[in-house]
């Protein structure tokens, strides 16, 4: 069974504007026996009002008004109600009229007198014809909406394909750079043991020398000789230790502990070349998951490279803080930084701008941060100095 709401379909309102009361009741008349609601108004301030009240579909508005011409009326309620369509009615048609008023908005045009059949009849063409607009629009809008989804999307998605690119190109670059220092350290550790006998040799025959030489100067300089002898051999104990050498991994180390042995050991070093060393410590860093000697190493490293760039003195600067799980440490020196067009290859295996440099102590050094989660780079080089930025994770 039906309700009364279900079999009395919901009448469609509708605003008549018009300063003649005879054709406000007809028109009222005609439209409430046809399936609408009719408002009525006798002037244009009214009828937006009652517009603003009901929006209704249709609006019948009078071209010829006392207060304000229907022109500036029709113009009003487009403006105000985009979605409200108007039906002008006048008296006086003409074709200029006509277009003048279709130009500012209006969708249909009725010359008075007019018979009840052909006002229905219009008043539902337009109402069709405003359906069938509104349905465009939200199609419309709907389209606009889609593609602008689209777009994102796909902006999207050359991010995401980008930020890929940019890892796997960082990946096969750090591949490459694990393919040197391993072919370095097989490399290192056969070439020393050949190294190791010629050398011995020539300690051997410059001590047999010192025994049958009395000159000064010719012991001076076998003595020198010996030096360099030594010092080559201990490069290369150094590097059969590492070769050989199994890792002590723990899961409390300190860094700042780190830190402060490596500067204890290069004590001497930093009193003889007049270096000022400023530690700010931040905060007791929490322990990380490291092997100490291998931690040592990569600021070893740091720092031999920092007291090179100051040789005339400065300042080595320490900073270390904690920030989302991670203990970051910065290194600086107030050096004459490292040259723009040389920056991206310091990391380079057997790369070096020293003369006397075996290219190694930064590759490993950054070799190591990375084997532990980490990483080192170069936060900062300019004639002031230079800054290198390390972080490593906290231990789980």
Same mark, same amino acid.
């Given at each position: 069974?039906?309700?009364?709401?279900?079999?009395?379909?919901?009448?469609?309102?509708?605003?008549?504007?018009? /300063?003649?009361?005879?054709?406000?009741?007809?028109?009222?008349?005609?439209?409430?026996?046809?399936?609408?609601?009719?408002?009525?108004? /006798?002037?244009?301030?009214?009828?937006?009002?009652?517009?603003?009240?009901?929006?209704? !579909?249709?609006?019948?508005?009078?071209?010829?008004?006392?207060?304000?011409?229907?022109?500036?009326?029709?113009?009003? &309620?487009?403006?105000?109600?985009?979605?409200?369509?108007?039906?002008?009615?006048?008296?006086? @048609? +003409? !074709?200029?009229?006509?277009?003048?008023?279709?130009?500012?908005?209006?969708?249909?045009?009725?010359?008075?007198?007019?018979?009840?059949?052909?006002?229905? #009849?219009?008043?539902?063409?337009?109402?069709?014809?405003?359906?069938?607009?509104?349905?465009?629009?939200?199609?419309?809008?709907?389209?606009?909406?889609?593609?602008?989804?689209?777009?994102?999307?796909? %902006?999207?998605?050359?991010? $995401?394909?980008?930020?890929?690119?940019?890892?796997? =190109?960082?990946?096969?670059?750090?591949?490459?750079?694990?393919?040197?220092?391993?072919?370095?350290?097989?490399?290192?550790? @056969?070439?020393?043991?050949?190294? $190791?006998?010629?050398?011995?040799? &020539? +300690?051997?025959?410059?001590? %047999?020398?010192? =025994?049958?030489?009395?000159?000064?100067?010719?012991?001076?300089?076998?003595?020198?000789?010996?030096?360099?002898?030594?010092?080559?051999?201990?490069?290369?104990?150094?590097?059969?230790?590492?070769?050989?050498?199994?890792? +002590?991994?723990?899961?409390?180390?300190?860094?700042?502990?780190? &830190?402060?042995?490596?500067?204890?050991? *290069?004590?001497?070093?930093?009193?003889?070349?007049?270096?000022?060393?400023?530690?700010?410590?931040?905060? &007791?860093?929490?322990?990380?998951?490291?092997?100490?000697? #291998?931690?040592?190493?990569?600021?070893?490293?740091?720092?031999?490279?920092?007291? /090179?760039?100051?040789?005339?003195? @400065?300042?080595?600067?320490?900073?270390?803080?904690?920030?989302?799980?991670?203990?970051?440490?910065?290194?600086?020196?107030?050096?004459?930084?490292?040259?723009?067009?040389?920056?991206?290859?310091? *990391?380079?295996? *057997?790369?070096?701008?020293?003369?006397?440099?075996?290219?190694? @102590?930064?590759?490993?050094?950054?070799?190591?941060?990375?084997?532990?989660?980490?990483?080192?780079?170069?936060?900062?080089?300019?004639?002031?100095?230079?800054?290198?930025?390390?972080?490593?994770?906290?231990?789980?």
């Amino acid at each position: 069974m039906m309700t009364d709401t279900e079999a009395r379909p919901t009448k469609k309102p509708v605003v008549i504007i018009d /300063d003649d009361r005879n054709i406000l009741e007809l028109a009222s008349l005609i439209l409430s026996k046809n399936g609408f609601m009719p408002y009525i108004a /006798d002037s244009a301030y009214e009828g937006l009002g009652l517009i603003s009240r009901h929006a209704p !579909e249709l609006v019948l508005l009078d071209y010829m008004m006392p207060d304000v011409d229907g022109l500036a009326a029709l113009q009003k &309620i487009k403006a105000r109600f985009p979605d409200t369509y108007v039906v002008m009615l006048t008296g006086k @048609g +003409s !074709e200029e009229v006509a277009v003048e008023l279709m130009k500012n908005g209006a969708s249909e045009y009725i010359l008075k007198p007019f018979n009840n059949r052909n006002l229905v #009849e219009r008043l539902n063409n337009v109402l069709r014809i405003r359906e069938i607009e509104i349905h465009n629009k939200q199609l419309q809008k709907q389209q606009e909406h889609l593609l602008f989804e689209i777009e994102q999307w796909n %902006l999207e998605l050359q991010r $995401r394909v980008r930020e890929k690119t940019d890892a796997l =190109q960082r990946a096969q670059e750090e591949v490459a750079q694990s393919e040197k220092l391993a072919a370095m350290g097989y490399l290192s550790a @056969g070439m020393a043991h050949e190294i $190791r006998n010629p050398l011995n040799s &020539i +300690s051997l025959y410059i001590q %047999l020398m010192r =025994q049958t030489t009395t000159e000064p100067d010719q012991l001076e300089y076998q003595a020198k000789v010996l030096k360099e002898v030594d010092r080559i051999d201990s490069i290369i104990r150094k590097l059969l230790d590492a070769s050989r050498r199994t890792r +002590s991994i723990s899961s409390n180390v300190q860094i700042n502990q780190v &830190i402060d042995n490596v500067l204890e050991a *290069f004590s001497p070093q930093i009193e003889t070349r007049k270096i000022e060393v400023d530690r700010t410590y931040h905060c &007791i860093p929490s322990p990380i998951t490291a092997d100490p000697a #291998e931690l040592e190493q990569i600021f070893t490293n740091l720092f031999l490279n920092a007291m /090179d760039a100051m040789n005339a003195g @400065g300042r080595l600067t320490i900073e270390i803080t904690q920030k989302e799980g991670r203990v970051i440490v910065w290194v600086g020196d107030s050096g004459n930084g490292i040259a723009a067009e040389v920056l991206p290859q310091i *990391f380079e295996p *057997f790369f070096s701008t020293k003369g006397r440099g075996t290219g190694m @102590g930064l590759p490993v050094a950054q070799r190591i941060a990375r084997m532990y989660e980490g990483n080192m780079e170069v936060e900062s080089s300019s004639s002031e100095g230079t800054v290198f930025r390390l972080e490593f994770p906290v231990c789980r």
